[in-house]
């Protein structure tokens, strides 16, 4: 049987000796979920040092999962690697201050599920046909011969739940529900994980949400909705940044809406641009206009101005490029 890009990567695992594993900016559930599984596996398949590092903290939504201690910001690890592993991104701008730790290193494994043509490491395994990269994982493992444990199925069902909506969105396929079942079978608690990650919402979370739904506005004939957070609601509600995450599906779910937009005032004269679209709109090619990248109805991207000129520029894009009214 000809080797498949499972194969190589497990393969790299098993050669690897010092690994470092990381993921994205930003975190999220399937990046934090993947990171600390393939971390598992990488010491399961006989890396005597694995470390595991993000740019920005976990959130806090996901710091009970089993290891997430073990994982340091960049400027605390030391020591050299052979093999990287980037899970659910991929590139090495991505992953941002931990970039510089993989200079050098001789092997970097991708193991990601977002469109892209480019080939940025040695070994890839990147199909966007997965619904997380978590449900990747679960097959990695099944491929390894690895035995999946009740800690490291919790991380990955975390990975698998929050990428799809809870099972939820176009993105769930049969093997997505069979993955989940391999985990579930382990033994994991799916109401206490779901109670955890999907149904809770912060007091902050919630002021940021009532300020959003406040400025919201409907353009194209109620087609587009799109609405703004400015970098002083985070303490003005006691939010935090990882609180936004999800908040743009409230708009999404407006009945009608094509495509939904959230802007994100960051740094200063840097707005973050959110888009969830139905499938008649390819939000990863309007991301990529910008920049940035995603999924066909998940994308985003970051303009370098201050909120009201990105949101200028990005309409005008839309106008033109959708022939939309807005
Ligand atoms: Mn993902």
């Keep these: 049987m000809p080797k498949t890009d499972k194969d190589e990567v497990i393969e790299a695992l098993c050669a690897a000796s010092r690994v470092l594993v990381t993921s994205h900016v930003n975190p999220d559930g399937d990046a934090v979920g993947s990171v600390l599984a393939l971390a598992q596996l990488a010491r399961s398949l006989g890396a005597d040092n694995v470390v595991m590092s993000l740019h920005d903290p976990v959130p ?51 193991v990601d599920h977002h469109l892209t043509e480019e080939r940025n490491g040695t ?3 990147i199909d966007s046909t997965y619904a997380a990269t978590g449900e990747i994982v679960v097959d990695l493992y099944d491929a390894a011969g690895v035995e999946l444990d ?74 587009i909705a799109h609405g703004y957070i400015l970098e002083r609601d985070l303490a003005e509600t006691g939010a935090l940044a990882e609180d936004v995450d999800g908040l743009i599906n409230y708009l999404r779910n407006l009945e009608g809406v094509q495509l939904a937009i959230l802007i994100r005032e960051s740094e200063p004269a840097v707005t973050k641009v959110s888009f969830r679209s ?34 200028t520029e990005l309409f005008r894009y839309l106008r033109e490029a959708l022939k939309v009214d807005l």
Aim: charged share 20%.
């Design 278 to 311: 139905q499938p008649t709109i390819n939000a990863a090619e309007i991301a990529q206009h910008f920049g940035g990248g995603g999924h066909a109805m998940a994308a985003g991207a970051s303009l370098p101005y201050p909120l009201q000129e990105a949101k």
């Design 123 to 125: 070994v890839h395994l």
């Design 60 to 110: 806090r939504v996901y710091d009970w999962l089993a290891g997430v201690d073990d994982i340091l910001p960049p400027d605390e690890v030391t020591g050299t690697f052979d093999t990287v592993l980037i899970a659910d991104a991929n590139s090495c701008e991505r992953v941002g201050a931990v970039c510089s730790l993989i200079k050098g290193v001789s092997t970097v494994v991708i």
């Design 150 to 223: 009740c800690a490291v199925a919790e991380c990955l069902y975390v990975a698998l739940s929050t990428d799809t909506g809870n099972f939820r969105y176009a993105n769930t396929t049969a093997r997505s529900h069979r993955a989940a079942a391999r985990l579930i079978e382990t033994g994991i608690n799916v109401r206490e994980i779901t109670s955890r990650v999907i149904d809770t919402m912060t007091i902050g979370k919630f002021r940021l949400l009532r300020r959003l739904l406040d400025r919201a506005e409907l353009g194209d004939g109620g087609r």
